[in-house]
């Protein structure tokens, strides 16, 4: 499943007048209204979408939310999708956009995992001394604002300047949120 | 290389990120000097540089449980129109729908609203009850009242559709397994919960009922096929939800 921004760049760039005669069908018929056709789409794109959802929020019941979230959005959205950029980017974006949705309403910057902790903070709640601890768990750990860029840098593919947009911040904050949040997995993942 | 850090070193992680980013140019080729003999910042910009390398290529991860049951749920009550428009509408411009089959379609709605109420309802219900004594359920009250009887009930209230035509291997599989699992259960849920888990069951098998019925009347609709999947669906959830409530009462 090829849903990583940066990897479909040339296809955005080369998308062409006749780009909707490239839909696949079961986007089309779910536009059309064919819940068949929408189960297919959910069954291919969910894990992708959930992952994306899951790494961002950091919390397994708020993100089947989201994830939910996304596909009644994509519901609704469908019939307005052209062909004009790789249905897989389309959807991620709208992806993104629910997820940051959610964090900004939910105000999840607030719990546990806020964006301005410090290291020392984010060690108090580390792991059992010596344990192990993979990627993932570590990403699940870092602060929000940093997790945020973390996940849409280097796990999603996105620019600095297209996180820049996204999270309202300049392309130089994103790129000092990237080096924050990979010092703080190393230190994390060295523990 | 040495180990020891130096003044230089401040500086070279000041510039790794960018350095990172394919940045170049006089600062750069220093840093990249500085890497070449510190062992401490050259083993800095290796672990990150895996990092990146690592988060790129991460597999997805799928939830634990079926989230699609519950899309379907919200798809259908609030956008039942959109649903049933959505077709309608692309349809009617080339092939107009009849009234029979827009009745058929609203008519259809009903069983899955009441199956997805059900579901919604039950869950509650058993998170409910399954808080025992702090529970203000006056039927949780009585644990001990035929526990026994609690894995018949539920086995008898959910046996899959034997004539399933629709019914997929997989969904009498699954259904199966799981009741088989609530009636090695059985005494661990209490008579309030069992009773719930019935009547609401009952609901959902009643919904499967009509469903089944109004494909039959029209075999061809995808919609329809794809709604009695929503409701197997439903019951399929129900039943994991029970077996995982039960496993932890």
Same mark, same amino acid.
């Given at each position: ?191 | ?146 526990? =026994? !009887?609690?894995? #018949?009930?539920?086995? /008898?209230?959910? @046996?899959?559709?034997? &004539?399933?035509? +629709?019914?997929? *291997? ?35 098998? =009643? !919904?499967?009922? #009509?469903?089944?019925? /109004?494909?039959? @009347?029209?075999?061809? &609709?995808?919609? +329809?096929?794809? *709604? ?22």
């Amino acid at each position: 499943m090829a849903l990583r921004p940066q990897q479909e760049t040339s296809q955005l760039a080369t998308s062409r007048p006749d780009s909707a005669l490239r839909i696949e069908p079961d986007v089309r018929g779910a536009a059309a209204g064919d819940a068949y056709a929408f189960q297919r789409l959910y069954r291919r794109y969910m894990p992708r979408v959930y992952s994306l959802c899951v790494r961002m929020l950091g919390d397994q019941a708020e993100s089947e939310e989201a994830t939910q979230d996304v596909f009644v959005r994509l519901w609704d959205k469908l019939p307005l999708y052209r062909g004009d950029s790789a249905f897989s980017t389309w959807l991620h974006r709208l992806a993104v956009n629910v997820v940051l949705s959610r964090m900004k309403v939910r105000g999840t910057e607030r719990n546990r995992f806020a964006g301005e902790e410090t290291l020392e903070q984010v060690s108090l709640r580390s792991a059992p001394a010596g344990a192990a601890m993979d990627l993932e768990a570590a990403i699940a750990m870092l602060p929000a604002g940093a997790r945020r860029v973390f996940v849409l840098h280097d796990v999603e593919g996105y620019t600095h300047e297209e996180i820049g947009d996204l999270l309202g911040i300049s392309a130089g904050g994103s790129k000092a949120q990237l080096h924050r949040a990979r010092v703080i997995l190393r230190k994390t993942l060295d523990r | 290389m040495t180990g020891e850090r130096t003044k230089d070193c401040g500086r070279a992680e000041e510039l790794l990120a960018d350095w990172m980013e394919g940045e170049s140019g006089p600062e750069f080729t220093a840093l990249e000097a500085h890497l070449a003999t510190c062992s401490s910042c050259s083993a800095l910009a290796e672990d990150l540089r895996r990092i990146a390398t690592t988060a790129a290529s991460l597999p997805d991860i799928t939830p634990p449980r079926d989230l699609w049951p519950e899309i379907a749920m919200r798809l259908t009550p609030r956008q039942a129109g959109y649903v049933a428009g959505a077709v309608l509408t692309r349809h009617s411009a080339s092939h107009p729908v009849s009234s029979t089959r827009r009745f058929r379609i609203e008519r259809w709605r009903a069983p899955l609203a009441a199956a997805a109420a059900v579901l919604v309802v039950a869950t509650g219900a058993l998170l409910v009850t399954r808080s025992g004594d702090n529970a203000p359920v006056p039927t949780a009250a009585a644990p001990s009242e035929a526990p =026994a !009887a609690s894995g #018949e009930a539920i086995l /008898a209230s959910s @046996q899959p559709v034997n &004539s399933a035509q +629709l019914l997929s *291997q997989s969904y009498a599989a699954e259904i199966e397994a799981l009741t088989t699992i609530l009636a090695n259960d059985r005494g661990i849920l209490d008579t309030a919960t069992v009773g719930v888990l019935r009547r609401n069951l009952e609901v959902i098998d =009643a !919904a499967i009922q #009509e469903s089944r019925q /109004a494909l039959e @009347q029209d075999p061809a &609709s995808e919609l +329809l096929t794809e *709604q009695l999947n929503v409701i197997y669906d439903m019951k399929l959830e129900m039943l994991r939800r029970t077996v995982i409530l039960s496993s932890g009462a």
